[in-house]
């Protein structure tokens, strides 16, 4: 069975989700003020692989950004906030 899964991030800089093998990311969102990756899951009952997230803020510095770039996300809670998601 096929799917399509959220998964709402962390205000976070580095955190993991478990995304089935062979699942696809579709986007990056703002839902309801939380940053939303949404993915495409061909086969529900796949083997669940870790997978790390980045979320970089727009202003701060960083040692290093990693990861692949999958969107930039506006939040408007308590003034505009821009992060920028990456998966690695």
């Not at 800089?13 to 969102?29: A, F, H, N, T, Y």
């Not at 290093?64 to 920028?84: A, C, D, N, S």
Request: proline fraction near 7%.
């Amino acid at each position: 069975m096929q799917a399509i899964w959220k998964f709402p991030l962390d205000p976070v800089l580095k955190q993991e989700i478990g995304v089935p093998k062979d699942s696809r990311i579709l986007c990056v969102q703002n839902q309801n003020e939380v940053p939303v990756i949404w993915v495409l899951v061909p086969d529900v009952g796949a083997s669940v692989l870790p997978t790390t997230i980045f979320v970089y803020v727009t202003g701060k510095q960083y040692e290093k950004i990693e990861g692949e770039y999958l969107g930039t996300v506006q939040l408007l809670k308590g003034g505009l906030v821009v992060v920028h998601v990456f998966v690695g």
